[in-house]
Antibody, heavy 120, light 112 residues
Framework: QVTLKESGPALVKATQTLTLTCTFSGFSLSTSKMRVSWIRQPPGKALEWLARIDWDDDKFYSTSLKTRLTISKDTSKNQVVLTMTNMDPVDTATYYC????????????WGQGTLVTVSS | EVVMTQSPLSLPVTLGQPASISCRSSQSLVYSDGNTYLIWFHQRPGQSPRRLIYKVSNRDSGVPDRFSGSGSGTDFTLKISRVEAEDVGVYYCMQGTHWPLTFGGGTKLEIK
């Protein structure tokens, strides 16, 4: 059974760095063709893809946010970590992690999401 | 970056009636392997998105057969043959052919 769960602070201040952890089970990021991505959703707005990390540690970032994002993995702990620097109130959103299997099998499993509010 | 445009924004539908959502991409979603990576998600209020359709027309396990996906190139459609109460929420299309991945703006389905 595949599960993913996001964790991190519910509230951060503007200019601070946000660190979120995605802890998953039911698959391994050391398995070929596995990927984990982060996606966010501001309240009442659409989904926005942020970053991905692959089984071979390849990484890819949103064009508009890549200077602020870092994604990493700890395969032994089944965790993926996303850091976002210089937080702003516009970054207030629910942040999700989700699984990808190469071959076009995008986001078959999602975490429950974690709401992050950025105060000014 | 590929822009995904959905219409309509809002879709009021009577129970038992059909519904259709359009999704257009700013460039072709046909990948070099011949596949088209167009995905549909459904999100109920307060819940995570759930994938309904992948590669244009493949229904996920457990998705009722009243949902169908079609289209090619840059023009795609999600159809619900007979809307049920549990179908309310927001529907998103997403392209997985070109990185970065991009989502449509969403279509909110409500019951009239």
């Amino acid at each position: 059974q595949v599960t993913l769960k996001e964790s991190g602070p519910a509230l951060v201040k503007a200019t601070q760095t946000l660190t979120l952890t995605c802890t998953f089970s039911g698959f391994s990021l050391s398995t070929s063709k596995m990927r984990v991505s982060w996606i966010r959703q501001p309240p009442g707005k659409a989904l926005e893809w942020l970053a991905r990390i692959d089984w071979d540690d390849d990484k890819f970032y949103s064009t508009s946010l890549k200077t602020r994002l870092t994604i990493s993995k700890d395969t032994s702990k089944n965790q993926v970590v996303l850091t976002m620097t210089n937080m702003d109130p516009v970054d207030t959103a629910t942040y999700y992690c989700a699984r990808i299997k190469i071959g076009g099998y995008y986001f078959d499993y999602w975490g429950q999401g974690t709401l992050v509010t950025v105060s000014s | 970056e590929v822009v995904m445009t959905q219409s309509p924004l809002s879709l009021p539908v009577t129970l038992g009636q059909p519904a259709s959502i359009s999704c257009r991409s700013s460039q072709s979603l046909v990948y070099s392997d011949g596949n088209t990576y167009l995905i549909w998600f459904h999100q109920r209020p307060g819940q995570s998105p759930r994938r309904l359709i992948y590669k244009v027309s493949n229904r996920d396990s457990g998705v009722p057969d009243r949902f169908s996906g079609s289209g090619s190139g840059t023009d795609f459609t999600l159809k619900i043959s007979r809307v049920e109460a549990e179908d309310v929420g927001v529907y998103y299309c997403m392209q997985g052919t070109h990185w970065p991945l991009t989502f449509g703006g969403g279509t909110k389905l409500e019951i009239k």
